[in-house]
């Protein structure tokens, strides 16, 4: 079958997505261009297993690889240098205490990147999302100085990573760590890496087919969200 990209119309087209099966192979993963990035409209995308990824200039692009990246969080491989950072770096880790900060250090320039995909339209659309109570940070500091962390989406049982960054030695995997024990506690039971890594791969996540990604998904996002951040 011949597929060319579909062009989405902007909110208030309640056709949200295509379907799952237009995906394109060239480029992998990719599903639809155009539209927006209202919460009605992102909230419908994770809740199918599509995520928004795009570059200044382009029009907003809607991703769903095969096969996707996921972590179970009761699998998280805890190395023994991570265990060492945890109890004696000093790392202090905190939860929704300042989102937008985040978000920003993930969007900074980084070595050996020429730019960042988190656009200003990008970054608006998670702090509204964060607003809304959907999207959720990790803060990791050492003395006092945000150093590493995390964002992503939460939508029932499942955090969507969406960027993390760190300015210390496994700043970021300390985040991630802490994520993972929460999400036990809370019952949410997977973590969406979107796109492997060695980082992340180090760490235990695993390929998932995009079939049974998106069928787990629609099961573990029917019900309401867990209290993730709440507990102590």
């Known amino acids: 079958m011949n597929k060319t990209i579909t062009w989405l119309a902007p909110d208030g087209d309640r056709e949200w997505f295509p379907p799952l099966e237009l995906v394109l192979d060239e480029p992998e993963g990719l599903l639809a261009a155009g539209g927006d990035l209202s919460v009605p409209r992102l909230l419908a995308a994770y809740r199918r297993g599509i995520f928004p990824w795009y570059s200044a200039g382009q029009p907003v692009l809607w991703w769903s690889p095969n096969p996707r990246e996921v972590l179970v969080p009761g699998e998280f491989h805890c190395t023994r240098s991570l265990a060492k950072t945890l109890r004696n770096r000093g790392f202090g880790v905190s939860f929704d205490s300042d ?54 989406v939460l939508l029932g049982r499942v955090f969507f990573g969406e960027s993390m960054f760190s300015r210390e030695r496994d700043a970021s995997k300390v985040a991630l760590a802490r994520l993972s024990e929460r999400a036990v506690v809370a019952g949410v039971q997977l973590i969406d890496c979107q796109l492997p890594t060695p980082h992340l791969r180090s760490l235990g996540s695993k390929p998932m087919p995009r079939h049974d990604f998106s069928a787990l998904v629609s099961q573990l996002t029917a019900g309401n969200d867990m209290p993730l951040f709440s507990s102590p």
């Open 99 to 152: 989102f937008a900060a985040v978000v920003d250090a993930c969007a900074a320039r980084r070595e050996h990147s020429p730019g960042t995909w988190i656009t200003p339209e990008m970054r608006a659309a998670y702090c509204a999302l964060h607003a809304k109570g959907h999207a959720h940070s990790v803060e990791v500091r050492l003395d006092g100085a945000l150093v590493g962390g995390l964002y992503g």
